[in-house]
Each structure stands twice: as structure tokens, then as C-alpha cells.
């Protein structure tokens, strides 16, 4: 930690960087990258820059146990996609009209996140697409293996997870459940994810829509796309 040559100057850094690592996948006309709102959004841009693919975003939401917010007895996601930890739900006894209405309180908040970040526009089709899902870096995981289940609902061809930090043992429990996985680093200790920046202030909302604007141009010129990497 005292190297600060290893720190990430902050996410645009970190996503070009990151990008670095994805040349491979450069060239293909089928990528789309996803971005984790808010702070994966930002790295997500540059990795979409640099392989000039569609960015857009992927809405997560916990679903908190009734009266233990914090833990997750599962989540939903972009697309109408429910994800559900059923252990966690038979342990606390979970009812099924509880669970109906934590869904339906956080399925108004993610539509409220979607039509902030993405107006009137469609979400990217991913069916038979290679999808790359980037974070601005990974503690658990708990998000990312969430929003990777959720994808498989939208059977895409390919499914790479990109982060610039995470710890080793979380990027190999992830590669169990994607094609590929690409940390750019991977400390140990991590501490926090914070730690390895020297900038990890709060990305806005208004960050995050100015930079999904600017990614429309991205993918320009794909055969049956958009300048969006919308199919039409």
C-alpha cells in the first residue's frame, strides 16, 4: 500500500486499465458491456470506449429479510429478473407475501434508477451476445453473483465478469459461474475496495446519464444495430 504507483487514480483510470486487459475480446461485433450503476458505470465506460461495443446499464436490488435489511433473501434485477436465496428464505421463514412486497418496494425503486439513467431508451438485447459485466472493484461479490444469475435469464452467448480489484478467492469463486474472469488486481489483504484508489468518490446520477449519452456513439456501424447497439 505504501507503492502508490499500484493505486488506481480513480475509475476512468481504472476502466482504462482494465480495458488493457480485454484486448483479446477487441473486434468482435457481438460485445456489449454492462456497467454495475453507480461507480461500475464509469469504469464500464472507458472497457466500452476502448473495445468501441454498446454500454449500458444493469440495475441489481437487494431484497432485504423483513426486518434485516442488510440481509439479502435475494435480489432483482434489470429485465423483471428475480433472483432468490432459498435457504436464507426457508431459514427466517420467509413468507411469501413478505418476499411480494419487498419485490414490489424494490422493483419501483430499480425502475425509478432506469428511466433516470436511461430515458426512454430500450436496454441493449443480449440474447446470443458476448456480455461483459464490470464493477468498479469486488469485496464478497455478492452483487456481481447476483447480477451474473440474473443475466443467464437473457441467455447471452458469453458472460465475462471485469473488475479492477478483487480478492483472488472471490474472482475464482466467480469463474465457476461465467466464461471468463478478468481482475486487474488482486490484493491480499484487499482491505477495502476504496483503498486501492486515490480517488473513490461517489459517482452521481448525473455522471452516470452524461456518460451513457456520450456511450451512445460507441458500436457505431455494427451491421443491424443503432448508434447505440440497439437491434432495429
Known amino acids: 500500500m505504501d507503492d502508490t504507483g499500484h493505486l488506481l487514480a480513480d475509475r476512468h483510470d481504472a476502466g482504462r486499465r482494465l480495458a488493457a486487459g480485454l484486448t483479446h475480446e477487441a473486434g468482435r461485433s457481438d460485445t456489449v458491456v454492462l456497467g454495475l450503476p ?10 466500452a470506449r476502448a ?12 431484497l432485504g429479510a423483513p426486518g434485516q435489511d442488510e440481509l439479502a433473501i435475494g435480489a432483482i434485477a434489470s429485465g423483471g429478473v428475480r433472483v432468490m436465496n432459498d435457504d436464507v428464505v426457508r431459514a427466517l421463514g420467509v413468507s411469501e407475501s413478505q418476499i411480494e412486497r419487498a419485490a414490489a418496494r424494490e422493483q419501483t425503486v430499480l425502475e425509478e434508477r432506469e428511466r433516470l439513467y436511461r430515458g426512454h431508451a430500450q436496454p441493449l438485447d443480449l440474447r446470443g451476445r458476448q456480455v461483459i459485466i464490470v464493477d468498479d472493484g469486488l469485496a464478497t461479490g455478492a452483487s456481481m453473483r447476483t447480477a451474473v444469475q440474473a443475466l443467464r435469464r437473457f441467455e447471452p452467448a458469453r458472460t465475462v465478469v471485469a ?8 474472482c475464482r469463486s466467480l469463474e465457476e459461474q461465467v466464461d471468463e474472469v478478468v481482475c486487474l488486481m488482486t490484493p491480499a489483504p484487499l482491505y477495502s475496495v476504496g483503498s486501492w484508489y486515490q480517488d473513490f468518490s461517489q459517482t452521481s446520477d448525473e455522471e452516470v446519464i452524461d456518460l451513457l449519452e456520450q456511450a451512445k456513439n460507441f458500436g457505431r456501424g455494427t451491421s443491424g444495430r443503432d448508434s447505440a447497439g440497439r437491434v432495429g
Open 38 to 47: 453507480r461507480g461500475g458505470v464509469v469504469v464500464a465506460f472507458e472497457v
Open 51 to 62: 473495445l468501441d461495443a454498446p454500454l449500458d446499464v444493469f440495475v441489481v436490488r437487494k
Open 163 to 170: 473488475v479492477p480489484v478483487a480478492p483472488a478467492e472471490t
